[in-house]
């Protein structure tokens, strides 16, 4: 059974640019979760999707945006990259976040210059 | 919102000895998780814990749910050089949001 696929592993960008970040989750799993992780903040939640609606989303900018298509695949968007946007960003998909533990990708480094 | 704390932020231990990590939540949980994520990995899911006062083995590490379902712990008896990582304490907010501790890094010298 494939894992959580997320592309690109790296990339770089400068300020002012945006970002699209691909997601593909384990297949049936219907629940996409994105995490931003710093050295300092540790992991911090960013949205969460099931079966295309956005169900929560955390303490982030408005410049962070994300969406879920019908296959259960999801992408993140941020525009306007500031350098502190500079981070490990995780996906993770569940069945139902309730229910279990959550299978994350390997993750996709931004560095902003 | 919701709160995990967890302590210590770092230990560093020779290989043998044991290590404890210890997590609290502002809020009861329904259940709560543990993680680990190797340095330059990402984050595996260890294990669920559910019920009051639950503990459960896995080899070498213990984990335990307080009976107030606020708090956890992990504790690895004997440590081996493969246990280095970052241990992450998790639990549900709402029903949409897992909240992460920020972790414990434990180092583990030969």
């Known amino acids: 059974k494939a894992g959580v696929t997320q592309t690109p592993r790296y990339l770089i960008k400068t300020r002012g640019q945006q970002v699209t970040l691909s997601c593909s989750p384990i297949?049936?799993?219907?629940?996409v979760s994105w995490y931003q992780q710093t050295p300092g903040q540790g992991l911090q939640f960013l949205f969460e999707?099931?079966?295309?609606?956005?169900?929560n989303k955390g303490n982030f900018p408005g410049r962070f945006s994300g969406r879920q298509f019908s296959n259960s695949r999801s992408e993140m968007n941020v525009s306007t990259l500031e350098l502190g946007d500079s981070a490990l960003y995780l996906c993770?998909?569940?069945?139902?976040?309730?229910?279990?533990?959550?299978?994350f990708g390997e993750g996709s480094r931004l560095t902003v210059l | 919102g919701q709160q995990v704390m967890q302590i210590p932020q770092y230990q560093h231990v020779q290989e043998g000895e044991d290590f404890t990590t210890y997590c609290n939540s502002s809020?009861?949980?329904?259940?709560i998780q543990w993680y680990k994520q190797r340095p330059g990995g990402h984050p595996v899911f260890l294990i669920q814990?559910?019920?009051?006062?639950e503990v459960k083995k896995q080899k070498r590490l213990t984990f335990q749910f307080g009976e107030a379902k606020k708090n956890s712990s992990l504790h690895i008896t004997a440590t081996q050089t493969t246990d280095v990582g970052t241990y992450f304490c998790?639990?549900?907010?709402?029903?949409?949001?897992?909240?992460f501790g920020k972790g414990t890094m434990l180092l583990v010298s030969p």
């Open positions: 993770a998909s569940s069945k139902d976040v309730n229910t279990g533990e959550l299978f």
């Open positions: 297949s049936g799993h219907r629940s």
């Open positions: 999707y099931f079966s295309e609606t956005q169900r």
């Open positions: 809020t009861t949980l329904s259940n």
């Open positions: 814990l559910v019920k009051s006062g």
């Open positions: 998790a639990g549900p907010e709402g029903y949409s949001t897992l909240t």
